[in-house]
């Protein structure tokens, strides 16, 4: 297995576990922290694998980070829209 495959299934574990934890903030502060570690990671399997496997890691951080990606999609709704929708 690559470095950047290897990588990439040490971010998913990682999550997983980091999700196991009890949170009151609902885990918010490790999710900004696993995205900023994953987009490197991203561009990294990208760049070794091609689009087609970078776009299957790229699904499945979003399976596991689904949360962050639902506001940014309703924000991005929202802008597209003109903000009158709520």
């Known amino acids: 297995m690559s ?3 290897t990588l990439a299934c ?3 574990v990682v999550a997983c576990v980091i999700a196991m934890f009890p949170s ?6 490790a999710a900004y922290v ?3 570690i994953g987009v490197p990671i991203l561009g990294f399997v990208t760049y070794q694998h091609g689009p087609w496997i ?4 790229m699904l ?3 399976s596991i980070l689904r949360w962050p990606v639902r506001y ?3 924000w991005m709704r929202k802008r597209m829209s003109g903000g ?3």
């Open 3 to 5: 470095a950047s495959l």
């Open 10 to 12: 040490l971010w998913v």
């Open 24 to 29: 009151k903030r609902s885990h918010w502060p």
């Open 34 to 36: 696993l995205i900023a």
């Open 54 to 57: 970078g776009l299957f890691v």
């Open 60 to 62: 499945a951080g979003a």
């Open 72 to 74: 940014l999609w309703r």
């Open 84 to 86: 009158d929708e709520v």
